[in-house]
């Protein structure tokens, strides 16, 4: 099987498709509004500290994962050790719950690409998201489809299953190097023009004016490495995936050095853009950027198109730049989370592509039509919550712990990473991966846990909350121990691909 | 702006994007090297 695995075509092809899927929605509005509530120029410290103690670190743990085991998550956590494949499977688990959302919001940025040619928001964009374009019902009624949502939708998931059938290289890699200039370009120039606008400096000093008291502040830290773990994509199968398919002697280190400072200077021209745009607004309305900044939905569709409303010149150009961006970083993430659990399927099942992708990816966009209703943003938001809190790091920290704790493995995997990379890992490496990022980790899903009990999540009905967030979540747990339960196909080498002496030893002079 | 918002931003985008671009030249220049040993 893996003489037939499919590869990369080159190691710019990789490198896009990994900072497509690290580069999402939550680089473009949330990292703004974290840094400028954590410090503003202070979190830089805490944000980098954590970027080169747990993002990296971690991005090369999964890439040696990927690439000693040549599997999907669940296929390279059980050629890791037997007992690990559960962890794989949850992680699988959790990317189909996140994709089934996903989907959506993307969907509503495709949406309002199309409403910014004459900001069709009108007067209060608040009301007509919530609405008129949405018509939110009350949390536990489902409502009537949202057409306005639904042919979007359709559109993203037509888009996303199409690049998906067409394999690693000619589906994933050729879209993302078409998805990621163009991402690239549409956002310098809308940094550009915000940096430009009358106001700008004021958002830009909200954003970067250093409160240095907050570094003693743990609550900052806490911040600072949930942003990384979270917007890098590791802990939850995906890199482990892209990384199975890199050739034998890819240089794992050098591409997660590559891949987590590409993420981190995307964020922070996001950073700019963003807080040069609420300056704006800010100066235009004469309030204070702290009556305007807000991260997520609320910055995305509410707060942005009071921005362009206010624009001068061709404001709906803007809007389109914008919210257009917002759908290539999500459509090159969505690629990735949802290429997790259709590699996975068909390696246990052995599908042909097509087949996983139509029963996968078809069966993941139905699920999607459940959030494109009146309902669907209460559902969203709390299935959002659960999902990261216990699912994407509760997993991470399993994952960690299991493999530098319980299995021991940090040492053969250091040594396969540093057998085909040209950067050496040293002891930081080590010490990151066994106490500084389980450390981190643990001490946010305790505190998540506290929060959860003491102050529940909104105002939603404890029901609610109980089927949909701590249900889904426990689901997937419990989807994931399920499926290690099933067997492997026979033909299927459990042990490792090549033996277990190919460290590094069949490099290629002329490495893609 | 002021002073100390000017100095953070520069250091940070010095950090952030300078980081990114040592990443990207010692890879390469390690990646050429190796390519021209026999």
Same mark, same amino acid.
């Given at each position: 099987?893996?003489?037939?695995?499919?590869?990369?075509?080159?190691?710019?092809?990789?490198?896009?498709?990994?900072?497509?899927?690290?580069?999402?929605?939550?680089?473009?509005?949330?990292?703004?509004?974290?840094?400028?509530?954590n410090?503003?120029?202070?979190?830089?410290?805490?944000?980098?500290?954590a970027?080169?103690?747990?993002?990296?670190?971690?991005l090369?743990?999964?890439?040696?994962?990927?690439?000693?085991?040549?599997?999907? $998550?669940?296929?390279?956590?059980?050629?890791?050790?037997?007992?690990?494949?559960?962890i794989?499977?949850?992680?699988?688990?959790?990317?189909?719950?996140?994709a089934?959302?996903?989907?959506?919001?993307?969907?509503? $940025?495709?949406?309002?690409?199309?409403?910014s040619?004459?900001?069709?928001?009108?007067e209060?964009?608040? $009301?007509?998201?919530?609405?008129?374009?949405l018509?939110?019902t009350?949390?536990?009624?489902?409502?009537?489809?949202?057409?306005?949502?639904l042919?979007?939708?359709?559109?993203?998931?037509?888009?996303?299953?199409?690049?998906?059938?067409?394999?690693i290289?000619?589906?994933?890699?050729?879209?993302?190097?078409?998805?990621?200039?163009?991402?690239?370009?549409?956002?310098?120039?809308i940094?550009?023009?915000?940096?430009?606008?009358?106001?700008?400096?004021?958002?830009?000093e $909200?954003?970067?004016?250093?409160?240095?008291?907050?570094i003693?502040?743990?609550?900052?830290?806490?911040?600072?490495?949930?942003?990384?773990?979270?917007?890098?994509?590791?802990?939850?199968?995906i890199?482990?995936t892209?990384?199975?398919?890199?050739?034998r002697?890819?240089d794992?280190?050098?591409?997660?050095?590559?891949?987590?400072?590409?993420?981190?200077?995307?964020e922070?021209?996001?950073?700019?853009?963003?807080?040069?745009?609420?300056?704006?607004?800010?100066?235009?309305?004469?309030?204070?950027?702290?009556?305007?900044?807000?991260?997520?939905?609320?910055l995305?569709?509410?707060?942005?198109?009071?921005?362009?409303?206010?624009?001068?010149?061709?404001?709906?150009?803007?809007?389109?730049?914008?919210?257009?961006?917002?759908?290539?970083?999500?459509?090159?993430?969505?690629?990735?989370?949802?290429q997790?659990?259709?590699?996975a399927?068909?390696?246990?099942?052995?599908?042909?592509?097509?087949t996983?992708?139509?029963?996968?990816?078809?069966?993941?966009? &139905?699920v999607?039509?459940s959030?494109?209703?009146?309902?669907?943003?209460?559902?969203?938001?709390?299935?959002d919550?659960?999902?990261?809190?216990?699912?994407?790091?509760?997993?991470?920290?399993?994952?960690?712990?299991v493999?530098?704790w319980?299995?021991?493995?940090?040492?053969?995997?250091?040594?396969?990473?540093?057998?085909v990379?040209d950067?050496?890992?040293?002891?930081?490496?080590?010490?990151?991966?066994?106490?500084?990022?389980?450390?981190?980790?643990?001490?946010m899903?305790?505190d998540n846990?506290?929060?959860?009990?003491?102050?529940?999540?909104?105002?939603?009905p404890l029901?609610? &909350?109980?089927?949909?967030?701590?249900?889904?979540?426990?689901l997937? &747990?419990?989807?994931?121990?399920a499926m290690?339960?099933?067997?492997?196909?026979?033909g299927?080498a459990l042990?490792?691909?090549?033996?277990?002496s190919?460290?590094?030893?069949?490099r290629?002079?002329?490495?893609? | 702006?002021?002073?100390?918002?000017v100095?953070?931003?520069?250091?940070?985008?010095?950090a952030?994007?300078g980081?990114?671009?040592?990443?990207?030249?010692?890879v390469v220049?390690?990646?050429?090297?190796?390519?021209?040993?026999?």
């Amino acid at each position: 099987m893996d003489a037939a695995r499919e590869q990369w075509g080159t190691r710019l092809g990789f490198l896009l498709a990994a900072v497509g899927s690290a580069v999402g929605l939550g680089n473009i509005w949330r990292f703004p509004y974290v840094a400028w509530d954590n410090g503003g120029g202070a979190f830089f410290v805490p944000y980098l500290f954590a970027l080169l103690t747990a993002g990296i670190p971690l991005l090369v743990l999964e890439y040696a994962i990927g690439h000693r085991f040549r599997g999907s $998550a669940p296929l390279s956590l059980r050629r890791l050790h037997p007992r690990a494949e559960w962890i794989g499977w949850w992680q699988v688990a959790v990317c189909f719950l996140i994709a089934s959302y996903y989907a959506v919001v993307i969907a509503w $940025a495709a949406g309002y690409a199309w409403f910014s040619v004459g900001t069709r928001w009108g007067e209060d964009p608040e $009301a007509f998201f919530f609405e008129s374009y949405l018509g939110v019902t009350e949390p536990g009624s489902l409502g009537g489809v949202r057409l306005g949502v639904l042919l979007p939708l359709a559109l993203v998931w037509g888009l996303t299953l199409a690049v998906l059938s067409g394999g690693i290289r000619r589906g994933i890699e050729r879209a993302n190097r078409v998805l990621i200039p163009l991402l690239l370009l549409m956002f310098l120039v809308i940094v550009l023009r915000a940096v430009t606008l009358e106001g700008s400096a004021v958002g830009l000093e $909200a954003l970067f004016e250093p409160d240095w008291s907050s570094i003693g502040d743990a609550s900052v830290w806490v911040a600072a490495y949930g942003q990384i773990f979270f917007s890098l994509s590791i802990g939850f199968a995906i890199m482990i995936t892209y990384a199975s398919y890199l050739p034998r002697d890819g240089d794992l280190t050098g591409n997660a050095f590559i891949a987590g400072f590409s993420n981190a200077s995307f964020e922070l021209l996001a950073g700019i853009g963003v807080f040069a745009a609420i300056g704006f607004l800010a100066t235009t309305g004469g309030i204070g950027v702290d009556e305007v900044a807000r991260d997520g939905i609320g910055l995305a569709f509410v707060i942005f198109p009071e921005i362009i409303s206010q624009l001068p010149g061709p404001s709906g150009l803007y809007g389109v730049l914008f919210f257009g961006s917002l759908v290539l970083a999500g459509i090159s993430s969505l690629i990735s989370i949802t290429q997790t659990y259709i590699a996975a399927l068909q390696e246990k099942f052995e599908l042909r592509r097509r087949t996983a992708v139509g029963v996968a990816g078809g069966g993941t966009a &139905l699920v999607s039509v459940s959030y494109a209703t009146g309902g669907g943003i209460n559902t969203l938001d709390v299935v959002d919550r659960f999902i990261n809190n216990f699912g994407v790091a509760a997993v991470g920290l399993v994952e960690v712990v299991v493999i530098a704790w319980l299995i021991r493995e940090l040492p053969r995997l250091r040594t396969h990473a540093d057998g085909v990379s040209d950067l050496r890992l040293g002891m930081w490496w080590v010490i990151s991966l066994g106490a500084v990022t389980p450390l981190v980790l643990g001490w946010m899903t305790i505190d998540n846990l506290r929060t959860e009990f003491t102050e529940p999540y909104g105002d939603y009905p404890l029901m609610f &909350l109980a089927v949909l967030g701590w249900g889904l979540a426990a689901l997937a &747990l419990v989807v994931g121990i399920a499926m290690s339960r099933a067997r492997w196909p026979d033909g299927l080498a459990l042990d490792v691909p090549g033996g277990p002496s190919d460290h590094g030893s069949n490099r290629r002079e002329g490495r893609p | 702006m002021s002073t100390a918002a000017v100095i953070t931003m520069l250091i940070g985008m010095s950090a952030i994007w300078g980081g990114l671009a040592v990443s990207i030249t010692l890879v390469v220049r390690r990646s050429r090297r190796r390519a021209r040993q026999p």
